[in-house]
Nanobody, 126 residues
Framework: QVQLVESGGGLVQAGGSLRLSCAAS????????MGWFRQAPGKERESVSA????????YYADSVKGRFTISRDNAKNTVYLQMNSLKPEDTAVYYC???????????????????WGKGALVTVSS
């Protein structure tokens, strides 16, 4: 089992920045491709970003490219999502996930994801 706990969510004005963290415990963190997802009210969960086990290969949704940066620290069992130039449409609950290489294709299905965090709310005001 892997337990994932997100932190760093909150309320920010449009144009501002937040950094989300996801701390993992349990099985070896470095064995997993890590991803960030989000779900806005009334919408389906979508992939935002993913990062390979080595931290070299990344995936970003088109909507966040150039604004968000994913990183990981395997020594600290933590993955981060730096979010800059935030927009009101970025408002959502953000979830951390541990899974397979399929996360690097933006996949959301159960075959790609082994573990989910409980989520952190990000609210961007206009």
């Amino acid at each position: 089992q892997v337990q994932l706990v997100e932190s760093g969510g909150g309320l920010v004005q449009a144009g501002g920045s937040l950094r989300l963290s996801c701390a993992a415990s349990g099985r070896t963190f470095s064995n997993y491709t890590m991803g960030w997802f989000r779900q806005a009210p009334g919408k389906e969960r979508e992939s935002v970003s993913a990062l390979s086990r080595s931290g070299v290969i990344t995936y970003y949704a088109d909507s966040v490219k150039g604004r968000f940066t994913i990183s990981r620290d395997n020594a600290k069992n933590t993955v981060y999502l730096q979010m800059n130039s935030l927009k009101p449409e970025d408002t959502a609950v953000y979830y951390c996930a541990a899974g397979t290489l399929s996360l690097l294709k933006g996949e959301v299905g159960s075959n790609a994801i082994h573990y989910w965090g409980k989520g952190a709310l990000v609210t961007v005001s206009s």
